[in-house]
């Protein structure tokens, strides 16, 4: 089945432990991107790649990092989570040159 | 900024009713507009897309209306169902594959 993962699904920490939020596609895609999602704001761009070991910053990259040494994986670290950044996450991908984005189950991150 | 802007927040609507949801968009560059729907606990999921080139989009009970003079589109959902009861999202999309999403309708359907 064509899908894209991300683990955990929830995850409680506290403020400056440093967390990593995995994400895989199964479906060969070259572009994967991180959205979070806050009541209000609708869904904003963290990062995105292009493709293996390319990276660039979204709307709101502060306080994020993303790496893609794989073509299948695209993990977000948070090297010191805060508050304001408690959020609902979400991983995506698509085929270059086609526009629909399939998204991943989604992360619910509670930092205190 | 907020380059998608997507009205109304949230949406009653009666079973067997129209569902309607607007949005307007500033950039002109981008050529392809989706729209997402979210049930409880999932990731969003493409619904239904337009291109600019054409002003309407049906498939099923959804349809998308575009005016690409007014820079405006919107979606209508016929014979609404309760089972359609989740949040929308309009957004828009160029070249460089970069989704702007609109803020979001809450869509309940009483049966």
């Known amino acids: 089945e064509a899908q894209v993962t991300q683990n955990p699904r929830y995850l409680i920490t506290v403020t400056g432990k440093k967390l990593t939020v995995t994400c895989s596609q199964n479906?060969?895609?070259?572009?994967m991107s991180w959205y979070r999602q806050d009541p209000g704001l609708g869904l904003r761009q963290i990062y995105y790649?292009?493709?293996?070991?390319?990276?660039d910053k979204g709307d709101v990259p502060e306080g994020y990092k993303v790496s893609r040494k794989e073509k299948r994986n695209f993990p977000l670290i948070l090297e010191s989570p805060s508050p304001n950044q408690t959020s609902l996450y979400f991983c995506?991908?698509?085929?270059?040159?086609?526009?629909?984005?399939?998204f991943g189950p989604g992360t619910r991150l509670t930092v205190t | 900024q907020q380059q998608v802007k997507q009205s109304p927040q949230s949406l009653i609507v009666q079973k067997g009713g129209i569902s309607i949801i607007n949005c307007a968009y500033e950039?002109?560059?981008?050529?392809?507009f989706p729209w997402y729907q979210q049930f409880p606990g999932k990731g969003p999921a493409l619904l239904i897309a337009i291109r600019p080139d054409v002003s309407e989009k049906k498939e099923g009970r959804f349809t998308i209306s575009f005016n690409k003079s007014a820079k405006q589109f919107s979606l209508h959902i016929m014979d609404s169902q309760p089972g359609d009861s989740a949040t929308y999202f309009c957004?828009?999309?160029?070249?460089?594959?970069?989704?702007?999403f609109g803020t979001g309708t809450l869509l309940a359907v009483q049966p």
């Open positions: 790649s292009m493709n293996v070991e390319v990276t």
């Open positions: 995506a991908s698509s085929d270059r040159g086609r526009y629909e984005q399939y």
């Open positions: 479906m060969n895609h070259e572009y």
């Open positions: 950039n002109t560059a981008f050529d392809y």
């Open positions: 957004a828009a999309i160029g070249a460089t594959n970069k989704l702007i």
